[in-house]
């Protein structure tokens, strides 16, 4: 915190598809800025969380930001190059690789409302929080022994929708001051405190708590109450200060905070404790900042706050539209939020540029109307994709290959060998039916001394880029052939040297994965019994929708299908990066005039859905609810539906032979056996391992793809 007030703009790193467990660094941040007027607060985002991170994620994550005053978004990351190491590092990346990169505009829209909507007006907070920092320098014995302590005073703070910022004790030493029944630290001033878990206190700040005490101010203990002054035992001092605190033990904490501090704003219903609040004032106006931290329940909730200057207005930056807010009879507001969103309630001053749409009305529940047909027909509009990162491998220019091994954990064989010298890599493809089109897609070909394609010497002449700049195409049909196809590569190689300044000396030569596109389909080869789980790392958090991983062994290129059932993984398509239409008519018998129709996906594994109906685009489905309203463009008797599909470059660059399946948080090592951040778990020589048919902690040879497509089949309703 002492840090944060001598930077322009203080900011913080925010990594993983996780919220639990990380309101101190965000509000420290924030706490710091409000207290020196700092407008912008930075936070690097949205890193390992895996290139599937969709739309819903990144408005999970940056609407926990701005609830806690984090306004300024810096995404990780963005690559200029995805060529070897970098495809792997920490992902995702947002760029133009993204296959949905064209509708990135969306979300970015809505990331900068949230952002705005944190600086207007002024932070209103009702309580300081005392940082217990100083306690763990004495105590020392436990890294972060009181930070549990804190992390439960902030959860039951947000819980019960208070205002409140933390208080670092020299900050408060240097800057703060009672003024009134108030205690003022920098432009803000904050009427109670609470020392949460702490063993140590500073003079200056029981000078000013002690001050405070005697104009009015509450102070409310819960955990261990401070026996040291200055890192001094101080039995006499401490004991009188002790009479003037509310003491509470961390279990009863919440009754004593309630019983003794109304907060800003009262929220009731169930699961109100997942809606977190903000309120920001002006001198005719207010606006309540809602966000719902759950990622997977729309919640529907009552609020009561004082408004100033009347005019309730109800700002929803999902759908950039704004609603008259009318009281219940009990003089109170009735409100529901999607999950991962952020609602705005203004008054007065602040409402009076609303273009209002009508009024607000609760969402409800639409009934069932027809569930659609696994039986869609489809094309793609990217090339398929076959991604090869299994090779074989020769040090004695070709006279003896290896088995068949993960390219990777040759690189890191050869590496931890330092070998320097002629490396030939021997990929297998199958083929049942020879393609329409087929390229070959190589990183950085030039590197190679030699390409063999069926044994026969290949030309790589580049005609384009398939994904990354880097990752550069050649035409190969004319030298395919049905059955078993090798492609031989033949460079100089130099393993890892991580401390030299040399860029290409510093990552050793990059053997890669290689991938062949194009016109054809993808025979997947699984285990049966275990081609489908629910058990992965991502689905074990809680968060998520719960959705299945694919298993497979090996694959063949075949022929493409037309018809399909929805889940286009198991239907030719488990790499395929891109843009998929799918195609299916429906019946409407009578189109009832008093009543609305909408199209609904339950559960679908894409970035972007686009529908269509009758040849009229209805809406870009990015976020919850996943539900479009069709009515307009309905007509009795048969209507054709189009859903286009859009998805990520998870099932083209992996992590693939991960035992966790679908990740929370991807690392480099995730793509590898030897485990280190963020698993932890691991094996250096994962690679010799898997060849003796030892266990290893995190590598799996099948390969681990997530849906792309319907999880559930699509619904229509009606209201």
């Given at each position: 915190?002492?840090?944060?007030?001598?930077?322009?703009?203080?900011?913080?790193?925010?990594?993983?598809?996780?919220?639990?467990?990380?309101?101190?660094?965000?509000?420290?941040?924030?706490?710091?800025?409000?207290?020196?007027?700092?407008?912008?607060?930075?936070?690097?985002?949205?890193?390992?969380?895996?290139?599937?991170?969709?739309?819903?994620?990144?408005?999970?994550?940056?609407?926990?930001?701005?609830?806690?005053?984090?306004?300024?978004?810096?995404?990780?990351?963005?690559l200029y190059s995805m060529k070897g190491a970098r495809k792997r590092d920490y992902p995702p990346t947002f760029s133009y690789q993204q296959p949905y990169w064209n509708y990135n505009k969306k979300i970015e829209d809505y990331l900068g409302r949230i952002s705005y909507a944190t600086t207007v007006g002024k932070y209103n907070p009702q309580i300081l929080v005392i940082n217990p920092l100083?306690?763990?320098?004495?105590?020392?014995?436990?890294?972060?022994?009181?930070?549990?302590?804190?992390?439960?005073?902030?959860?039951?703070?947000?819980?019960?929708?208070?205002?409140?910022?933390?208080?670092?004790?020299?900050?408060?030493?240097?800057?703060?001051?009672?003024?009134?029944?108030?205690?003022?630290?920098?432009?803000?001033?904050?009427?109670?405190?609470?020392?949460?878990?702490?063993?140590?206190?500073?003079?200056?700040?029981?000078?000013?708590?002690?001050?405070?005490?005697?104009?009015?101010?509450?102070?409310?203990?819960?955990?261990?109450?401070?026996?040291?002054?200055?890192?001094?035992?101080?039995?006499?001092?401490?004991?009188?200060?002790?009479?003037?605190?509310?003491?509470?033990?961390?279990?009863?904490?919440?009754?004593?905070?309630?019983?003794?501090?109304?907060?800003?704003?009262?929220?009731?219903?169930?699961?109100?404790?997942?809606?977190?609040?903000?309120?920001?004032?002006?001198?005719?106006?207010?606006?309540?900042?809602?966000?719902?931290?759950?990622?997977?329940?729309?919640?529907?909730?009552?609020?009561?706050?004082?408004?100033?200057?009347?005019?309730?207005?109800?700002?929803?930056?999902?759908?950039?539209?704004?609603?008259?807010?009318?009281?219940?009879?009990?003089?109170?507001?009735?409100?529901?939020?999607?999950?991962?969103?952020?609602?705005?309630?203004?008054?007065?001053?602040?409402?009076?540029?609303?273009?209002?749409?009508?009024?607000?009305?609760?969402?409800?529940?639409?009934?069932?109307?027809?569930?659609?047909?696994?039986?869609?027909?489809?094309?793609?509009?990217?090339?398929?994709?076959?991604?090869?990162?299994?090779?074989?491998?020769?040090?004695?220019?070709?006279?003896?290959?290896?088995?068949?091994?993960?390219?990777?954990?040759?690189?890191?064989?050869?590496?931890?060998?330092?070998?320097?010298?002629?490396?030939?890599?021997?990929?297998?493809?199958?083929?049942?039916?020879?393609?329409?089109?087929?390229?070959?897609?190589?990183?950085?070909?030039?590197?190679?001394?030699?390409?063999?394609?069926?044994?026969?010497?290949?030309?790589?002449?580049?005609?384009?880029?398939?994904?990354?700049?880097?990752?550069?195409?050649?035409?190969?049909?004319?030298?395919?052939?049905?059955?078993?196809?090798?492609?031989?590569?033949?460079?100089?190689?130099?393993?890892?040297?991580?401390?030299?300044?040399?860029?290409?000396?510093?990552?050793?030569?990059?053997?890669?994965?290689i991938y062949l596109i194009g016109d054809f389909g993808l025979k997947a080869f699984s285990d049966k019994e275990k081609y489908e789980s629910y058990d992965t790392q991502k689905n074990r958090t809680g968060d998520f929708q719960q959705r299945p991983v694919r298993t497979f062994t090996g694959f063949a290129i075949s022929k493409e299908k037309t018809s399909f059932g929805g889940s286009l993984?198991?239907?030719?398509?488990?790499?395929?990066?891109?843009?998929?239409?799918?195609?299916?008519?429906?019946?409407?018998?009578?189109?009832?005039?008093?009543?609305?129709?909408?199209?609904?996906?339950?559960?679908?594994?894409?970035?972007?859905?686009?529908?269509?109906?009758?040849?009229?685009?209805?809406?870009?489905?990015?976020?919850?609810?996943?539900?479009?309203?069709?009515?307009?463009?309905?007509?009795?008797?048969?209507?054709?539906?189009?859903?286009?599909?859009?998805?990520?470059?998870?099932?083209?660059?992996?992590?693939?032979?991960?035992?966790?399946?679908?990740?929370?948080?991807?690392?480099?090592?995730?793509?590898?056996?030897?485990?280190?951040?963020?698993?932890?778990?691991?094996?250096?020589?994962?690679?010799?391992?898997?060849?003796?048919?030892?266990?290893?902690?995190?590598?799996?040879?099948?390969?681990?793809?997530?849906?792309?497509?319907?999880?559930?089949?699509?619904?229509?309703?009606?209201?």
């Amino acid at each position: 915190m002492l840090h944060y007030r001598s930077m322009q703009q203080p900011g913080m790193d925010h990594l993983g598809l996780s919220i639990a467990n990380r309101i101190l660094t965000a509000k420290s941040l924030s706490s710091v800025a409000n207290q020196y007027e700092k407008k912008k607060r930075l936070s690097e985002l949205f890193g390992i969380s895996g290139q599937n991170m969709n739309f819903e994620d990144r408005k999970w994550i940056a609407g926990w930001h701005s609830i806690l005053g984090v306004n300024h978004f810096c995404p990780h990351l963005t690559l200029y190059s995805m060529k070897g190491a970098r495809k792997r590092d920490y992902p995702p990346t947002f760029s133009y690789q993204q296959p949905y990169w064209n509708y990135n505009k969306k979300i970015e829209d809505y990331l900068g409302r949230i952002s705005y909507a944190t600086t207007v007006g002024k932070y209103n907070p009702q309580i300081l929080v005392i940082n217990p920092l100083e306690s763990e320098y004495i105590k020392g014995s436990k890294d972060g022994e009181f930070t549990s302590g804190i992390n439960a005073v902030l959860e039951i703070l947000q819980a019960n929708h208070y205002d409140y910022d933390i208080g670092d004790e020299q900050i408060l030493d240097d800057t703060a001051k009672i003024k009134k029944a108030e205690l003022k630290v920098g432009a803000m001033c904050y009427k109670h405190v609470v020392l949460p878990d702490m063993i140590s206190i500073r003079q200056s700040t029981l000078n000013l708590l002690t001050e405070l005490h005697k104009n009015g101010g509450l102070i409310i203990s819960t955990g261990r109450f401070p026996m040291f002054v200055d890192g001094v035992e101080d039995e006499v001092q401490l004991a009188e200060f002790k009479k003037r605190v509310v003491n509470s033990s961390p279990e009863d904490f919440e009754n004593s905070l309630l019983n003794k501090i109304s907060p800003n704003v009262l929220i009731s219903g169930e699961n109100k404790e997942k809606i977190w609040s903000q309120t920001r004032t002006t001198q005719n106006g207010k606006l309540l900042q809602l966000y719902n931290t759950s990622h997977t329940e729309s919640i529907q909730f009552e609020i009561k706050a004082e408004f100033p200057g009347k005019n309730v207005v109800l700002w929803d930056p999902s759908l950039a539209k704004c609603f008259k807010l009318e009281p219940n009879s009990s003089g109170s507001y009735d409100i529901e939020i999607a999950s991962s969103s952020n609602l705005w309630v203004t008054s007065g001053e602040l409402s009076k540029n609303a273009i209002i749409e009508g009024n607000y009305i609760l969402p409800h529940k639409n009934r069932d109307l027809i569930t659609l047909k696994k039986d869609w027909s489809g094309k793609r509009l990217s090339p398929n994709a076959l991604t090869v990162d299994f090779a074989s491998y020769s040090t004695d220019k070709g006279k003896t290959f290896s088995t068949s091994e993960p390219v990777i954990g040759i690189f890191s064989r050869l590496s931890d060998q330092h070998y320097y010298g002629d490396l030939m890599l021997k990929y297998e493809v199958r083929i049942d039916d020879l393609p329409a089109a087929c390229k070959l897609v190589l990183e950085q070909p030039k590197m190679y001394n030699s390409i063999k394609i069926n044994g026969k010497d290949f030309e790589f002449k580049s005609d384009g880029f398939y994904i990354d700049h880097t990752f550069e195409t050649t035409e190969v049909l004319s030298v395919l052939k049905e059955e078993r196809n090798t492609i031989q590569l033949e460079l100089d190689f130099e393993p890892i040297d991580a401390a030299n300044k040399d860029t290409r000396k510093r990552y050793g030569t990059e053997i890669e994965s290689i991938y062949l596109i194009g016109d054809f389909g993808l025979k997947a080869f699984s285990d049966k019994e275990k081609y489908e789980s629910y058990d992965t790392q991502k689905n074990r958090t809680g968060d998520f929708q719960q959705r299945p991983v694919r298993t497979f062994t090996g694959f063949a290129i075949s022929k493409e299908k037309t018809s399909f059932g929805g889940s286009l993984v198991f239907e030719g398509y488990p790499f395929y990066a891109g843009v998929f239409e799918l195609k299916q008519s429906f019946n409407i018998a009578k189109k009832e005039t008093n009543k609305k129709y909408f199209l609904e996906l339950p559960n679908c594994e894409a970035i972007v859905s686009l529908v269509t109906i009758n040849g009229h685009q209805t809406d870009s489905l990015v976020w919850t609810p996943f539900t479009t309203d069709i009515t307009e463009f309905l007509v009795d008797g048969e209507n054709e539906l189009q859903i286009t599909l859009i998805n990520s470059l998870r099932n083209l660059l992996g992590p693939h032979h991960h035992k966790g399946g679908e990740l929370e948080k991807v690392g480099p090592k995730s793509f590898t056996g030897a485990g280190g951040f963020p698993d932890g778990r691991g094996e250096s020589n994962w690679y010799d391992l898997r060849l003796e048919n030892k266990p290893t902690a995190i590598w799996t040879d099948t390969y681990n793809h997530i849906p792309f497509g319907f999880v559930e089949q699509v619904k229509i309703t009606t209201n």
